[in-house]
Structures are given as structure tokens and as C-alpha cells.
């Protein structure tokens, strides 16, 4: 007989915990998402377009290649910098932010869009990376989504790519 009472009674001691409430809708324990706060953005939730580019025509000029994303989900967070690295055969090589660049956090709604740029210096023969690709991926985002890179070789300056990556820029 008192075997039974003990469960039963820690099952009515676990009831009336998990019906206490804080008055404002929560649980009464642990931590609540803040209202309003949303998930992080992923590539695979926005669609992604590349250019028109401003290609550097000759050797030493600078070129810039728009990457506008456009959010196909529910409103999404970004919080930082895009990472960028151009791919070319057997190698890689990271592009670091503009000196300028902000990462700070913002919301893209649904149906909105944010772009950011790559500007590079185009560069020729030795001392340049011939780059294939450019693969790009979103803060804190463990994928990550490529494109051809047709805009001619980048210029190497110590071995790294004279190029920059712009922070988020609000679209219209």
C-alpha cells in the first residue's frame, strides 16, 4: 500500500509544478526565447543571386561582384559578417573584411533582401590567384553556397587575396 502512495504522491508534486506559471504566459522556469527574436538566417532558406559585376577590366583595377540574398522564409536574423573564400585548383585563400565593414545584427523580413560585395583587385600571372569559385557562407551558418568565378585572376599581396568583403547592405 505505500509503495503506491509515494509515486503518486511525487506524480501530484510534479503536476502542480509543471501548472505553475509565471503570469506571462511562460513556464515558470528555465530561460524564454525573447519575444520577437528570430532564428538565424541559412542559405538554405534564401535565394541567392550574384551580379551584375563591376569587372576589373585590366590588371591592377578593382572590380566589385554584388551577392544579393533575398529571404524565401519567415523573418530571420543576421548577426555579423559574411565569411568568403575564393577556391582555385588545390588551393584556397580566405577574403577578409573591408576595414570598414559592421557586423552588427539585423533582421531580414520575409520577401526581404540584403546584399554584400566582394572588391578585389585583378591581378595577372604569378603573384595572382586564379581563382574557380567563390564560396560564401552566412554568421554563425555551417553550410555554405558557391558560384564561378569569372572575373579574372585576384591579386596576391603577401601571399594573401587583395580583396575585401563588404558587411550586409539593407535592400529596397
Do not use: H
Not at 509543471?18 to 522556469?29: A, E, F, R, Y
Not at 588551393?91 to 565593414?101: G, H
Request: hydrophobic share 35%.
Amino acid at each position: 500500500m505505500r509503495a503506491t502512495a509515494v509515486p503518486l504522491a511525487a506524480l501530484a508534486l510534479a503536476l502542480l509544478l509543471t501548472s505553475c506559471s509565471d503570469g506571462d504566459g511562460g513556464d515558470g522556469g528555465g530561460e524564454k526565447q525573447s519575444e520577437g527574436a528570430t532564428a538565424a538566417c541559412a542559405i538554405g532558406d534564401v535565394g541567392v543571386e550574384v551580379g551584375p559585376a563591376n569587372n576589373a577590366p585590366a590588371p591592377g583595377d578593382t572590380g566589385n561582384v554584388p551577392v544579393t540574398l533575398t529571404n524565401n522564409t519567415a523573418d530571420c536574423t543576421l548577426d555579423g559578417l559574411p565569411s568568403v573564400t575564393l577556391q582555385a585548383e588545390g588551393t584556397s585563400a580566405e577574403v577578409p573584411p573591408d576595414a570598414a565593414a559592421t557586423g552588427e545584427k539585423r533582421t531580414l523580413a520575409e520577401g526581404g533582401t540584403v546584399s554584400f560585395t566582394i572588391t578585389y583587385v585583378r591581378g595577372e600571372g604569378e603573384g595572382s590567384l586564379t581563382a574557380q569559385t567563390a564560396e560564401f557562407a552566412l554568421p554563425g551558418a555551417d553550410t555554405t553556397e558557391s558560384f564561378p568565378w569569372s572575373y579574372g585572376d585576384v591579386a596576391l599581396k603577401d601571399g594573401k587575396p587583395e580583396a575585401s568583403v563588404s558587411g550586409f547592405q539593407q535592400g529596397d
